[in-house]
T-cell receptor, first 121, second 115 residues
């Protein structure tokens, strides 16, 4: 259990275009999803937290108009990088947390997707 | 603010031997969670082990165990019978469960397994 998928795994795009990354919880309902960015040889940097049906909460310094997050269902969150530029090239990882056993109790553990490598030319 | 410190940027261990990765954290909370995540070259973050702060008993998962010292704010990971597949970046993480849902990560320890 607790599988999180991410699509695409790798994307190359031209500067100025928009890219959408999907994050899905496959076998549980994710009440909360998180989006991280990871630079080479560094730890994960939280970008935003999203709860199903409500607006995402962005970390300080993260442009909400550039990184659009939608959490329309309990199993899907999307991150759209708008007007991407080379400095947006990075590894983006999502994680999900929810009720794994279907008991209605919140789990504290975050389960991570496999990540998306974005290269903006 | 909560901080998580991993003082060993790199560690290496002979295959089949035991290695301990250190982690300390700073918090004023009494109820929280601690995690060790592993990130192999594939970059998939994998949960290794989790510990609830209110539990005195150290968590174990097969070859992985922790030494949780709440008063000292220390949370080390012991890997027994190290295997080649254990080679990865290991991140210690802290979470306050209610009201603050963010994971705070340490800077990571790169573990190399020597055949």
């Amino acid at each position: 259990g607790a599988v999180v998928s991410q699509h695409p795994s790798r994307v190359i795009c031209k500067s100025g275009t928009s890219v959408k990354i999907e994050c899905r919880s496959l076998d549980f309902q994710a009440t909360t999803m998180f989006w991280y960015r990871q630079f080479p040889k560094q730890s994960l940097m939280l970008m935003a937290t999203s709860n199903e049906g409500s607006k995402a909460t962005y970390e300080q310094g993260v442009e909400k108009d550039k990184f659009l997050i939608n959490h329309a269902s309990l199993t899907l969150s999307t991150l759209t990088v708008t007007s991407a530029h080379p400095e947006d090239s990075s590894f983006y990882i999502c994680s999900a947390r929810g009720d794994l056993a279907g008991t209605g109790s919140r789990q504290e553990t975050q389960y991570f997707g496999p990540g998306t490598r974005l290269l903006v030319l | 603010a909560q901080t998580v410190t991993q003082s060993q940027p790199e560690m290496s261990v002979q295959e089949a031997e035991t290695v301990t990765l250190s982690c300390t954290y700073d918090t004023s909370e009494s109820d929280y969670y601690l995690f060790w995540y592993k990130q192999p070259p594939s970059r998939q973050m994998i949960l290794v082990i989790r510990q609830e702060a209110y539990k005195q008993q150290n968590a174990t998962e097969n070859r992985f165990s922790v030494n949780f010292q709440k008063a000292a704010k220390s949370f080390s990971l012991k890997i027994s019978d190290s295997q080649l597949g254990d080679a990865a970046m290991y991140f210690c993480a802290y979470l306050v469960g209610f009201g603050n849902e963010k994971l705070t990560f340490g800077t990571g320890t790169r573990l190399t397994i020597i055949p």
